[in-house]
């Protein structure tokens, strides 16, 4: 599960780096994708990850004023 979930994420990254445009997404859209990958008994990693994402700055959270950094 753990391997599935890294060629996920390098597969994701790889995909990033061809664009020069963020992808625009829901939070439920993208754990959702993530537990389609793990399965849903592995929450702990998707918890980690999701955390990772946001404290390295690779999530940004949308509103009416633009990109907003997200912190843990």
Sequence with gaps: ???GMVAFLTALRSSWRKRPEAIQTTLYDLIATMQDEV??????????TMTELIRTGQIRFLNEMG?????C
């Design 1 to 3: 599960m753990l391997a």
């Design 39 to 48: 399965g849903p008994e592995d929450d702990a990693l998707i918890v980690n």
């Design 67 to 71: 990109p907003q950094r997200a912190g």
